[in-house]
Nanobody
Framework: QVQLVESGGGLVQAGGSLRLSCAAS????????VAWFRQAPGKEREFVAA????????NYADSVKGRFTISRDNAKNTVYLQMNRLKPEDTAVYYC???????????????????WGQGTQVTVSS
């Protein structure tokens, strides 16, 4: 069992930055790939970024590539999402999720993930 808790959300102006954290319980955290998803009001939950258990391999959605960076510190059982050059369209609730499966090319299937956090709100004002 893995429990995930997100933090770091808030209100920021367009062009600004935020860093989200996903803190995990469990001694085998490094055995799980972790992804960030987001869901805006009235829209489906969408994939943002994923990182392998080792932290070596990452995937990004095209909409955030070059602006967001996912990383992890397995000693701290924490995954981060550094978000730079934020846009109003990045406004959403951001969720982290954990999976024992990692695909080098695509990790955006919701069904891939066994554990989810409760989410943290990110609001980008124009």
């Amino acid at each position: 069992q893995v429990q995930l808790v997100e933090s770091g959300g808030g209100l920021v102006q367009a062009g600004g930055s935020l860093r989200l954290s996903c803190a995990a319980s469990g001694r085998t955290f490094s055995g799980y790939a972790v992804a960030w998803f987001r869901q805006a009001p009235g829209k489906e939950r969408e994939f943002v970024a994923a990182v392998s258990g080792s932290g070596i391999t990452t995937n990004y959605a095209d909409s955030v590539k070059g602006r967001f960076t996912i990383s992890r510190d397995n000693a701290k059982n924490t995954v981060y999402l550094q978000m730079n050059r934020l846009k109003p369209e990045d406004t959403a609730v951001y969720y982290c999720a954990a999976s024992q499966v990692f695909d080098r090319n695509y990790n955006g299937r919701l069904s891939q993930y066994d554990f989810w956090g409760q989410g943290t709100q990110v609001t980008v004002s124009s």
